[in-house]
């Protein structure tokens, strides 16, 4: 039986701006993606919120996540095809990163930021506010006169 080689990778996610109301809902189906098909990350981090060069899918800015993963070669096309087809993501790129050492992968972390930042969005969105009911409208008696 042959075995399939495991490589680390490095890839690039690009989500639209409304990812950042929901960084965490946006990690977390990061991690899924990556732990059904088999993959181990190393690092994740946020890249930045930056506007685009031009619009993908009519968003004009949109939120980079980088990441670097350990994967079987065989399960990079469904890794890719599982954020194509899941639209959650704009545009992904995975590339080898064997011009890096693991170290340097690990240095890159930014998990623990990421979920101070979605906390302290969640704690900064307003919380809706019991609606009082309208009040009642004039009643306009009319003239029978008229």
Known sequence: ????????????????QSA???????????????????????????????????????????LYILAYFASPTDKITPIERAFNLAEKALRVLIVRADHLSEEEMRSAEGQIDLMIEANLRAAAMPTPEPSAAPAPAAVVEEDENV
């Open 20 to 62: 950042l109301a929901d960084i965490k809902g946006t990690v977390e189906h990061i991690k899924e993606t990556f732990a059904k098909n088999g993959a181990e990350i190393i690092a994740l981090k946020k890249w930045g919120d930056r506007p685009l060069a031009f619009p993908i899918k009519k968003q004009k800015r949109g």
């Open 1 to 16: 039986m042959r075995t399939i080689p495991t490589v680390k990778y490095e890839a690039m996610l690009l989500f639209p």
